[in-house]
């Protein structure tokens, strides 16, 4: 999920999107969104990983939510655990899309992706807890924190490959964690910002600049 976000994002840095180029910036698809969507993406597959028709309903529920607003919300396959709509609407609350939502210019430029990643044949392959990569995950946190292209020493690395595991583990252990648009992003990025640290505390122990 992660990497093809962040590929339509380089293919469409050039390209006008809602009176923007590209569909990045604040208030757009930024780094951190493009990381919750990874994440929602590897719950709805972790919390019904035996019944690939609910697979599919609750991949696409994440499009259809974020796609939602005001005068045309979609929450029919949201979760109620999750949404925060559902959640005022059982409240007799109103609710404000326009926290939350991305412009719909954006959601349809990102689309062909839900239309790979919630398609039958390829969510058959993780059915029952499968992965088409098991590696991917733990590497892709490992390389965040130590990227390839800087110069680091066995003890950073070491450093680096203790904190992938324990974080990659903590991920896909806790299926319970919330994912609404309320907390999330707070969330995400206090752990990245600590495992950062981490890190840099490595690198300047070990007298890495």
Same mark, same amino acid.
């Given at each position: 999920?992660?990497?093809?976000?962040?590929?339509?994002?380089?293919?469409? %840095?050039? /390209?006008?999107?809602?009176?923007?180029?590209?569909?990045?910036?604040?208030?757009?698809? /930024?780094?951190?969104?493009?990381?919750?969507?990874? $994440?929602?993406?590897?719950?709805?597959?972790? $919390?019904? %990983? /035996?019944? @690939?028709?609910?697979?599919?309903? =609750?991949?696409?529920?994440?499009?259809?939510?974020?796609?939602?607003?005001?005068?045309?919300?979609?929450?029919?396959?949201?979760? !109620?655990?999750?949404?925060?709509? @559902?959640?005022?609407?059982? %409240?007799?609350?109103?609710?404000?899309?326009?926290?939350?939502?991305?412009?719909?210019?954006?959601?349809?430029?990102?689309?062909?992706?839900?239309?790979?990643?919630?398609?039958?044949?390829?969510?058959?392959?993780? !059915?029952?807890?499968?992965? $088409?990569?098991?590696?991917?995950? #733990?590497?892709?946190?490992?390389?965040?924190?130590?990227?390839?292209?800087?110069?680091? /020493?066995?003890?950073? !690395?070491? @450093?680096?490959?203790?904190?992938?595991?324990? #974080?990659?583990?903590?991920?896909?252990?806790?299926?319970?964690?919330? =994912?609404?648009?309320?907390?999330?992003? #707070?969330?995400?990025?206090?752990?990245?910002?600590?495992? $950062?640290?981490?890190?840099?505390?490595?690198?300047?122990?070990?007298?890495?600049?």
């Amino acid at each position: 999920m992660l990497h093809r976000l962040q590929k339509i994002a380089e293919d469409l %840095k050039k /390209t006008k999107i809602d009176g923007k180029l590209g569909i990045g910036e604040k208030g757009r698809m /930024t780094k951190q969104m493009m990381i919750n969507f990874k $994440q929602y993406y590897r719950q709805a597959i972790v $919390q019904k %990983k /035996t019944n @690939l028709d609910e697979m599919i309903r =609750s991949v696409w529920a994440i499009w259809k939510h974020k796609a939602s607003s005001n005068d045309d919300p979609h929450h029919e396959r949201c979760s !109620i655990k999750y949404c925060g709509y @559902l959640k005022s609407l059982e %409240k007799g609350e109103e609710y404000d899309h326009n926290k939350h939502r991305l412009p719909l210019g954006i959601m349809k430029a990102i689309r062909p992706v839900f239309d790979e990643l919630a398609h039958p044949d390829t969510l058959k392959k993780v !059915i029952n807890g499968g992965s $088409q990569n098991s590696n991917e995950s #733990s590497h892709a946190v490992l390389w965040s924190l130590a990227p390839k292209n800087r110069y680091a /020493t066995g003890v950073v !690395i070491d @450093l680096c490959a203790a904190i992938a595991v324990l #974080s990659y583990n903590d991920t896909t252990t806790n299926n319970d964690t919330d =994912s609404s648009d309320e907390s999330d992003d #707070s969330n995400n990025i206090d752990s990245n910002k600590s495992i $950062q640290e981490n890190v840099n505390k490595g690198r300047n122990d070990d007298g890495v600049a």
